[in-house]
């Protein structure tokens, strides 16, 4: 037989291969839908990888069936935007194949990563069923240890020597601190950002919106690869993918998984604030650098500040009492990250400037009792400390 193989025989194929094997069809899936796609997102997170290859096969030949078998798992409305998705999903999965694919990576020096390998980062299952189906990086760096570990930067490509300047300064200051910089490798912000976290103790982090076989944009090619370096370059797409403006606003929502996102310059309909609504459906706290009032490329920054969306911050070290200790610090020998999720919300409610138990009980949403038992584990974790009834962060990841 000549010519294209067709859709349904190329997805009974792909979900007979890949039976029972969920790392083979994550990376599949990886290929067959893209990050931003809510159907595929739902139905991989309800059956797992495996089994929604085979729904998807079902599908191909015999759709009323196949609707059928959704019904316990969810409503009408959503069952339809499944069915419905599996033409998209279909006319991929001649391309899907994963060993051709990770043959494609390893050319490049890449490899796979996904939830049931050692280097997943633990941090991005926050993300629920929105979380990448696979990640392809390059680069030395253990992804894991330094997205667990992490603050994403972000701000305008037509920066300012202004943002430049103030975004060095912090990344170095988060660097310095033991803490891993995330950003997008783009021109503007995210460039001083890499940069300046370059000079630092600690790795840096890219995520690109198309493969990593392809360094993007290609006049950050020297600033990538000295990431690729000491950090990682990773994607959620495979090799061969462009970085189509679609995947740069679904990529924006892995930036986001960081501990907290900082904005360092950003106009009123920036791509970085599109970033800064990720961080905030997954509860992440967002500081903002003020900027002149007369600058338009501050405008974003000033508007999330008013609307109380933002902290205003204007250093590192404030980045960091945002960000906290989401992981453990392996250089500190402490084991410093939180006990329990009241422990993580008291941690969150209490101000920089200090707040006082009842204050932390209804910022956290918890009784009082319980705001005091998660203030103690806290203080005996040497994250806070009270002096004179009110609570105060412990500074973080300094000498």
């Not at 409610?349 to 009784?367: I, N, P, Y």
Request: hydrophobic share 50%.
């Amino acid at each position: 037989m000549t010519g294209t193989v067709p859709a349904e025989f190329a997805a009974h194929g792909l979900a007979k291969a890949m039976a029972g094997d969920e790392r083979l069809a994550a990376i599949a899936w990886s290929v067959i839908a893209e990050g931003a796609d809510e159907a595929a997102a739902w139905l991989v997170a309800e059956m797992g990888p495996s089994a929604a290859l085979a729904w998807l096969s079902d599908a191909a030949t015999d759709p009323v069936a196949a609707t059928i078998r959704l019904a316990p798992l969810a409503q009408p409305a959503t069952i339809d935007k499944a069915v419905a998705a599996t033409e998209r999903w279909l006319a991929r999965t001649g391309d899907a194949d994963p060993q051709r694919n990770l043959g494609r990576a390893h050319a490049v020096g890449a490899r796979v990563i996904t939830r049931v390998d050692p280097e997943w980062p633990s941090i991005l299952d926050d993300l629920g069923g929105r979380a990448p189906y696979a990640l392809w990086a390059r680069g030395g760096g253990d992804l894991s240890a330094l997205l667990g570990r992490s603050v994403a930067l972000v701000g305008s490509r037509a920066s300012t020597g202004y943002g430049e300047h103030v975004a060095a300064e912090i990344a170095g200051g988060v660097s310095d601190a033991g803490w891993c910089v995330v950003s997008g490798g783009a021109y503007g912000i995210d460039a001083a950002a890499h940069r300046a976290a370059l000079t630092g103790p600690t790795p840096t982090v890219a995520v690109m919106a198309g493969g990593v076989d392809r360094l993007y944009p290609a006049g950050n090619a020297d600033l990538l690869g000295a990431i690729l370096d000491r950090g990682v370059v990773f994607s959620e797409v495979p090799c061969g993918f462009a970085p189509h403006r679609s995947r740069f606003l679904a990529r924006n929502r892995v930036i986001a998984a960081a501990a907290a996102t900082c904005v360092v310059e950003a106009a009123a309909r920036s791509g970085a604030l599109n970033t800064v609504s990720h961080a905030l459906e997954w509860g992440r706290p967002v500081g903002a650098v003020p900027g002149p009032v007369t600058s338009v490329s501050s405008q974003g920054c000033h508007r999330l500040i008013r609307d109380g969306l933002a902290v205003l911050v204007t250093d590192a070290r404030q980045v960091l009492e945002l960000a906290g200790p989401i992981a453990p610090d392996p250089a500190s020998g402490d084991a410093g990250g939180f006990g329990s999720a009241a422990e993580r919300a008291a941690f969150d409610a209490v101000s920089t400037r200090g707040s006082r138990t009842e204050q932390v009980a209804k910022g956290a949403g918890l009784a009082i009792g319980e705001a005091l038992a998660a203030l103690a584990g806290l203080e005996l974790a040497g994250l806070v400390a009270s002096a004179g009834g009110v609570w105060h962060r412990r500074e973080i990841g300094r000498n």
